[in-house]
């Protein structure tokens, strides 16, 4: 049935002994979500009854360095979006639409084959992109610093992305919240395409043949696909939860999950995925400036609450917003329009060039964010050994670590590790834009001069984080 | 297997906070001595205050707490049991000649006196802890062995305050 391994990839099920058995039982979404949400729920509490000290608080350290780090620089480059398969947030909500946590339901009123509760009214059209995480994402960042620091308000946000995730389940069908407005799908989904993993039918004649598509509507042995995605024609890997319901759905054994090269695909589909890719640079880029760079009136400026400089936060929000959205954007867009004409040949249109060019951003974005966090998990690290013994930052000791001094680890490597991440991630960067224009433009002068523009920016980007981390 | 992941989430949801209090409390306890008299205040830099109040996360940035006004009695065994609500604070009391001693954010800091005269006596921070440390004062009262006020000319009278005003609510 299986046929030959499309080149470069390995069918992990079919070489890591167990993992089929593992990720086919019905209780492993529901044993990995559940601890999540124990610890979730301890940060919670924590963040609201614990110290208002970040430092000594369990949210804010577990959450904004320990799972940050392990998020951008672990998760998404090995494993895609396997924060989704353990995520918490959705939790509630989905259970609320299936009133099941381990077991199918199938029949009516529900959804393809599968039972369910709530609503299941159908997203918007207008508002099926990622332009609301996009936002969302933005809106959340430029109050990053009274977030990042300050306990309640992490917990105001989280258990506010929990109620609406609740929410939205009971009112729209499957995972509408995950897909369309979690702030963090946003990103994970950009930058999944950069992951060492995919999820893949095994055959396509096999999908092409099937007949009760149990993967897309359901069946007795699993949901259908909650991310409104068919499995069976996934090639890019951006809204797949990892949820693992069609591995047991599929009535062929056609599902399965393979591991692949860095940097496998990196073509953008749309503008809200390319204005994704443009928020998370100019992002990282201004939070190097104001958390890691010496300029102490932009960290005032972002850090209104404590600073009072409501007017120096204004001018860093709007500065924000422009960057993101109008002079990240307008500099691609003009390397891929100056790129186009150079290669002086028709048929690549304008909007074309554009997105293709703007993938340089998924491998490049990544590394920069990377990049970022690497300092931040080195000097702040070993708050991890005290919130751990004393979550709440009341005295606790629970595992006798809670007074170990502050110790960086290594921050003397910092600057290495942020030089070979960001070198890398332009190597990706500028493959990406080449494999674009060899692809589109055929004939290779014309794709070197295709290419250039979009290769030089990319280099002065990468250059410009260097210069801020090294520099 | 359905109900037994109910359970488990319902045991989560229950436990996780039963746990968080019974450390809370096991954390809080204090030596088992007879007629100690344990005072838990809390020093917070918003305002410059030492409280009584459990100023955490939910409360720190809403209000102001009240300004603690401790009262012991002389040859009373006294326990100040003092946490810091942000940064590191000091704790004073001169003319009992208690402290100073640095009070850290995570940590209870304990420190025992016997007072040995009735009156009121000024509780200060002694470490720069931010815009309102200078009018971070507090009193001690010490009344008399029966319970007794303490005199007249020993009351003391705190200098107003300017900078951080107390009209939080």
């Not at chain 1, 046929?3 to 990839?9: A, D, K, L, T, V």
């Not at chain 1, 998404?76 to 339901?105: D, H, K, M, N």
């Amino acid at each position: 049935m299986n046929g030959p391994e499309p080149s470069g990839r390995i069918d992990l099920l079919q070489i890591v002994p167990g993992l089929k058995w593992l990720l086919t039982r019905r209780w492993f979404q529901f044993a990995v979500v559940l601890p999540n949400l124990a610890f979730f729920y301890l940060f919670l509490i924590a963040g609201a009854f614990g110290s208002p000290v970040g430092s000594r608080n369990i949210i804010i350290i577990f959450v904004w360095i320990l799972w940050w780090f392990l998020l951008i620089a672990v998760m998404v480059p090995l494993a895609s979006r396997i924060w989704c398969t353990v995520c918490p947030i959705p939790f509630f909500g989905e259970w609320y639409q299936r009133r099941a946590l381990v077991g199918v339901r199938v029949g009516k009123p529900g959804v393809g084959r599968n039972r369910m509760w709530g609503q299941n009214r159908r997203w918007p059209r207008a508002l099926s992109n990622i332009w609301l995480q996009n936002f969302g994402f933005l809106l959340l960042c430029t109050f990053s610093v009274p977030l990042l620091t300050r306990p309640i308000v992490s917990t105001i946000v989280l258990g506010g992305l929990v109620l609406l995730a609740t929410v939205l389940h009971v009112i729209y069908r499957q995972r509408a919240f995950c897909r369309y407005v979690c702030p963090i799908g946003g990103f994970l989904s950009l930058y999944s395409m950069c992951s060492m993993v995919e999820v893949r039918a095994r055959n396509l004649e096999t999908c092409d043949e099937c007949t009760d598509k149990s993967c897309l509507a359901g069946g007795e042995t699993g949901w259908g696909c909650p991310w409104y995605v068919n499995p069976s024609r996934l090639e890019r890997n951006n809204y797949c939860g990892l949820c693992m319901e069609c591995l047991k759905s599929c009535s062929h054994d056609n599902m399965t999950i393979r591991a692949r090269a860095f940097g496998s695909e990196t073509a953008l589909k749309g503008y809200d995925e390319a204005w994704k890719a443009f928020i998370m640079i100019g992002l990282a880029l201004a939070y190097s400036v104001a958390l890691l760079g010496p300029w102490g009136i932009v960290k005032d400026w972002a850090n209104p609450t404590e600073s009072g400089k409501w007017g120096g936060f204004a001018l860093y929000a709007v500065a924000l917003w422009t960057l993101t959205l109008a002079i990240v954007p307008a500099a691609f867009y003009a390397a891929a329009g100056l790129g186009r004409r150079l290669a002086g040949k028709a048929g690549v249109t304008m909007k074309e060039a554009f997105l293709g060019f703007s993938g340089v951003l998924v491998p490049l974005g990544l590394a920069a964010w990377i990049a970022f966090s690497i300092p931040l998990i080195l000097v702040n690290g070993s708050y991890v050994l005290n919130v751990i013994s004393d979550p709440l930052g009341r005295g606790w000791d629970l595992l006798g670590t809670a007074h170990t001094p502050w110790m960086p680890f290594h921050p003397e490597y910092a600057a290495i590790l942020q030089i070979a991440v960001l070198l890398a991630g332009l190597f990706y960067a500028l493959r990406s834009g080449w494999r674009f224009a060899s692809e589109r433009y055929g004939d290779r002068p014309a794709a070197v001069r295709a290419v250039a523009p979009a290769a030089i920016l990319s280099t002065a980007v990468a250059g410009g984080f260097l210069w801020l981390f090294v520099g | 297997m359905e109900a037994a992941a109910t359970l488990l989430v319902l045991l989560t949801l229950i436990g996780i906070p039963l746990w968080v209090i019974r450390e809370e409390a096991e954390a809080s306890r204090v030596p088992d001595e007879p007629g100690l008299h344990v005072i838990e205040i809390t020093a917070v830099a918003v305002g410059g205050i030492f409280t009584f109040e459990d100023v955490v996360g939910h409360n720190y940035w809403r209000r102001t707490p009240r300004v603690a006004r401790p009262v012991v009695r002389v040859g009373e065994k006294v326990l100040f049991r003092l946490r810091s609500a942000d940064v590191i604070h000091g704790f004073s009391i001169p003319e009992l000649q208690v402290g100073p001693i640095a009070i850290e954010p995570g940590y209870v800091t304990e420190v025992r006196f016997e007072p040995t005269e009735a009156g009121e006596f000024l509780i200060q921070c002694v470490f720069r802890c931010g815009g309102c440390h200078e009018e971070m004062f507090a009193v001690l009262e010490v009344r008399g062995p029966n319970g007794e006020p303490p005199p007249e000319d020993m009351k003391l009278k705190l200098p107003a305050r300017v900078r951080c005003l107390l009209n939080r609510t």
